[in-house]
């Protein structure tokens, strides 16, 4: 079982940064891949970043490439997302999910999801 809580979110202006944090508990934490979603009002729930468990290989979507970062630190169990350069448009409520496969997370039928964390650019 892994269970995730998310934090770190909160209204920012555009062109800033904000460092979301995902706490997980679980045993094989180290060999699930993790990754966050997002969901604006109105709209699906959308793919933003993952890394696997195997080798932190790390992917993105279009729309953050080069402003968003995942990382993971098995050691305190948590997988972050550092956001720069946020725009308006980043503005969702952002999601951690886990799973034992890759492929799952990088889609919304993940396994494990946390409550989500509120994220507001402003113009």
């Known amino acids: 079982q892994v269970q995730l809580v998310e934090s770190g979110g909160g209204l920012v202006q555009a062109g800033g940064s904000l460092r979301l944090s995902c706490a997980a508990s679980?045993?094989?934490?180290?060999?699930?891949?993790m990754g966050w979603f997002r969901q604006a009002p109105g709209k699906e729930r959308e793919f933003v970043a993952a890394?696997?468990?195997?080798?932190?290989?790390?992917y993105y979507a279009d729309s953050v490439k080069g402003r968003f970062t995942i990382s993971r630190d098995n050691a305190k169990n948590t997988v972050n997302l550092q956001m720069n350069r946020l725009k308006p448009e980043d503005t969702a409520v952002y999601y951690c999910?886990?799973?034992?496969?890759?492929?799952?997370?990088?889609?919304?039928?993940?396994?494990?999801w946390g409550q989500g964390t509120q994220v507001t650019v402003s113009s």
């Open positions: 999910n886990a799973d034992q496969s890759i492929v799952k997370v990088r889609t919304t039928t993940a396994d494990y």
């Open positions: 679980g045993r094989t934490f180290s060999s699930y891949a």
């Open positions: 890394i696997s468990g195997n080798y932190g290989i790390a």
